[in-house]
């Protein structure tokens, strides 16, 4: 997986002020029914509506129980490393990472559900599983996964923390697409919001939501890729 995080490609921007916010409200159905956009913000209805098919973000996809088994399932490993934090070139800042191909029986069944949600029947996936653990300082920066080892959609579990994942149009910096990473939610991007959009998963100091403050604490998260076609 390092490979994969080699790759990306970075790209380098100013940090901005959120003047503008938006969320989303248009009224589809799902939004009658009142179970989401409490997770999608952005500097324009515009922008909103461009990703809006391609972002999706299942508040409590895990119970407490099954993050704890994920946890226990991915802490040995981990904790035999270090966060590394003195890579200026790297994507990442203050992370250790992982992946892993076989999982215990109560893992796997969370990891088929997963899939059955993300990726369409049939997709090939990359095989291991990608564990990426960011320490309370750590952050990612924008980037793209690279094009050339990963597919049109990635699906992720967020255990210990909440976060914010701020998309941003790739060929325009000025807008941008806040998605609320709730601590045991699943995340899934796919195909423009993977392609046209740089993701990142923003510090501590910078994580607010609405004009709302949501702390960052240790994150690890699990990530499920399908490969390129
Ligand atoms: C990555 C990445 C997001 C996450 O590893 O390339 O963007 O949820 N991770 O950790
Ligand atoms: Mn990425």
Same mark, same amino acid.
């Given at each position: 997986m390092t490979l994969l995080i080699r790759v990306v490609k970075q790209v380098q921007r100013k940090s901005f002020q959120c003047h503008l916010l938006y969320r989303f409200s248009s009224d589809n159905a799902a939004l009658r029914k009142g179970h989401e956009c409490k997770w999608l913000c952005g500097s324009s209805q515009e922008i909103l509506s461009a990703v809006r098919e391609q972002v999706d973000v299942r508040q409590n996809f895990i119970s407490e129980e099954e993050e704890n088994a994920l946890f226990k399932e991915v802490e040995p490993g981990l904790r035999k490393k270090r966060y590394e934090f003195d890579h200026w070139d790297h994507a990442?800042? !203050?992370? +250790?990472? &992982?992946?892993? /191909?076989?999982? !215990?029986?109560?893992?796997? @069944? #969370? /990891?088929?559900?997963?899939?059955?949600v993300a990726f369409p029947e049939g997709s090939p996936l990359l095989g291991p599983i990608h564990v990426l653990d960011l320490d309370k300082e750590g952050y990612i +920066?924008?980037?793209?996964?690279?094009? +050339?080892?990963? !597919?049109? &959609?990635? *699906?992720? /579990? @967020?255990l210990l923390s909440d976060s914010i994942m701020r998309l941003v149009p790739e060929n325009n910096s000025a807008d941008w697409v806040d998605l609320l990473l709730s601590r045991r939610s699943l995340y #899934? /991007?796919? $195909? $423009? *919001?993977?392609? +046209?959009?740089t993701h990142e998963i923003l510090k501590d100091e910078d994580s607010f939501f609405s004009g709302q403050k949501v702390p960052r604490h240790r994150r690890i998260s699990v990530i499920c890729r399908n490969l390129p076609v």
């Open positions: 990442i800042h !203050g992370y +250790k990472e &992982t992946e892993r /191909l076989q999982w !215990g029986v109560e893992c796997e @069944s #969370i /990891l088929r559900r997963v899939r059955a +920066k924008p980037h793209i996964d690279s094009v +050339k080892f990963c !597919g049109s &959609t990635i *699906a992720g /579990l @967020s #899934i /991007l796919r $195909d $423009d *919001a993977r392609f +046209k959009f």
